[in-house]
């Protein structure tokens, strides 16, 4: 069960007030390119950042810097009652000039946990709901109302509420889970010729095989054998092309250049490998459409922003806790094919390109 209690949008700044009473079974991470103020009202949540985790029970407060992608989980039941502020950089800046505050800097130094006492939860507390009775309200001062809540806490931060809660070293419960199943999915795309079975897999990373199956269905929703199939298929596709490519050439052209006293070299080099070309122009453009729009292997092994690819990127204008920004998204859609149709344009020929036995006569 969902409960959106406040929901909405003035002027750069965005509030989400959500219950929610189920059972999350995926990471659900910041994709919204905004700072980010998470209050938690209930329940309990993992806050993880630049492979440091720290623990959001109730009454903590969660900053994000837009431009650090933290990974956030569920733990410690199904429940929480999360309230979620996104502002825009253009409004945090102009505010921050007319109160003589770099709202930007401080946004990034706090970024992170921070927990309060009973007192100071009061007072954010307070501050909150009135921006929920604002938002709810929607009249000509809501904006007016949502913002001075907002700056009132803002100027309680600065004055030194809150203090940084201890790091949780050691992952529990779910976020465990994810962790393994991490590894495992490196594992398989590493190694996934050499896997013969299920009960190999379970055996080299010591787990019960009926336990990996599940944690692998519910995390990645591929069964094992099927995420090790498709990377075979992946990486035999090609050979199965240029195998079949190369068995339409004809052997009379082998024979010719043998006659002429050409050597296997360069029968291969001058003969074969031209008439090749099509078929591995072919295999190239393939494999970067493949890449260009894998989005797996990426979040595997990328953890720098930075260094996402156009898949991984397009994802973080998408925020399954909160609204999502669907026009950037489908411009950022747009401007990633780009490079696809130009490839595709200049390189299409080869796609249709057959090989040509002209030289051969009857």
Known sequence: MIQIRCSGECDGVAINHVVRDCDFTKAVSFFRNEYQIHYMFGGERIFYSEMASFAMPEGTMAFVDKKKIPFTNIIGGHFHNRFLIQIHEKWLREAGEVLGVDLIACLERWHGVMEFTNQERDYIEARLM????????????????????????????????????????????????????????????????????????????????????????????????????????????????????GAGIPRDLDEAATIDGCSKYTIFTKIFLPLLKPSIVTTIIIQFYWKWDDFMSPMIYLSKPAMYTASVAIKNFADSSSTTDYGAMFAMSTLSLIPVFLIFLFFNRYLVEGVSASGIKG
Not at 147 to 168: C, N, Q, T, V, Y
Not at 178 to 207: M, P, Q, T, W
């Open 130 to 245: 009135e921006m929920e009775e604002a938002m709810n309200a929607d009249t000509e001062l809501t904006s007016v109302r949502v913002k001075s809540s907002l700056i009132a806490l803002f100027i309680f931060l600065m004055e030194g509420a809150g203090e940084r809660p201890g790091e949780l070293r050691m992952p529990k419960n779910k976020m465990l889970r994810y962790i393994k199943v991490r590894e495992i999915v490196v594992y398989i795309i590493e190694h996934c010729r050499k896997i013969n079975s299920l009960d190999e897999l379970a055996g080299i990373f010591y787990l019960d095989k009926s336990y990996l199956s599940r944690i692998f269905k519910e995390v990645t929703n591929f069964t094992v054998n099927e995420f090790i199939n498709v990377q075979r298929i992946g990486q035999a596709f090609f050979i199965y092309q240029m195998m079949q490519f």
